[in-house]
């Protein structure tokens, strides 16, 4: 397999960088990637700027009919915020490193903080269809890495470390926002496996032994790549079917988009209520 050179990387990421500083005035602290069915917490945004996704030179472009495919500048509970409307997955055939690469242009252009989302299946049996889990912890699954290939030293370590990948400090400000709204919001484990298949009834018995709540088929790769960089990352899961191996029903995506409407809310509540604070 072609593992693209520091070389090839930067350039790639600095020609997306010069057209997004080209298209937009804005330098957003915040980047904030919307999951399937999430999108609505865009309409919250005081958008300056949009972005397709298929102008910016060398970004992947979303094939799932329910993401949009643009970058929203503008400000989101009075701060700087740039949203993914849209995100890529494994499943669709994008290499780990495509996965990474928004994540890469937008660090670069100046962001530090990764707020990310998911739909995702719920094994833990305290779960419940519609409800919002924030990520404490993820096991990866995938079989890949984004950071396998050549190591930029400029961007960080060849081996980073990820004993806090979703950093306490905004893990404690959400516990508190979700509480001082009267928000029930779980904390667990997120389990990402590439999909596009769901699990069987023996893979959820063996996610859920070896110590995941959710899973899901996205965000893992995006927060390695934010890790590795040294941003902060935020993540909250949304329950949108529940995975429990002895009374599992077939899912839907019509049924996970609907559970992701109801939990939607909530989740821009703790989002917009976590950024207030920040
Ligand atoms: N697995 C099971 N259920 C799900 C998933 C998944 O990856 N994503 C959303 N609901």
Known sequence: MHRESVEEFRKKRDEAL????????????????????????ADEIDVEDSISYSDIPHFPVSTVESHAGRLLFGTLSGKNVVAMQGRFHYYEGYSMQEIAFPIRVIKELSANTLIVSNACGGMN?????????????????????PLIGPNDDE?????PDMSDPYTERLRDIAEQVALDKGIKMHEGVYLA????????????????????????????????????????????????????????????????????????????QVITGVLKRL
Do not use: W
């Open 193 to 268: 496996l590439s999909g596009p298949t769901l699990e069987t009834k023996a893979e959820y018995r063996f996610l859920r032994n070896i110590g995941a709540d959710v899973v899901g088929m996205s965000t893992v790769p995006e927060v390695i790549a934010a890790v590795h960089m040294s941003m902060e990352v935020l993540g909250i899961s949304v329950i949108t079917d529940e995975c429990f191996p002895d009374a599992l029903e077939p899912v839907n995506i019509e049924e996970v988009l609907e559970a992701a409407g109801i939990a939607e809310p909530q989740m821009t």
């Open 155 to 159: 961007l960080g370590p060849r081996f």
């Open 18 to 41: 010069t057209f997004l500083q080209k298209e937009t005035d804005e330098r957003p602290d915040y980047l904030v990637i919307l999951g399937t069915g999430l999108g609505d917490l």
């Open 125 to 145: 049996p305290n779960f419940g269809r519609g409800e919002i889990m924030l990520i404490n912890d993820h096991i990866n699954m995938l079989g890949d890495n």
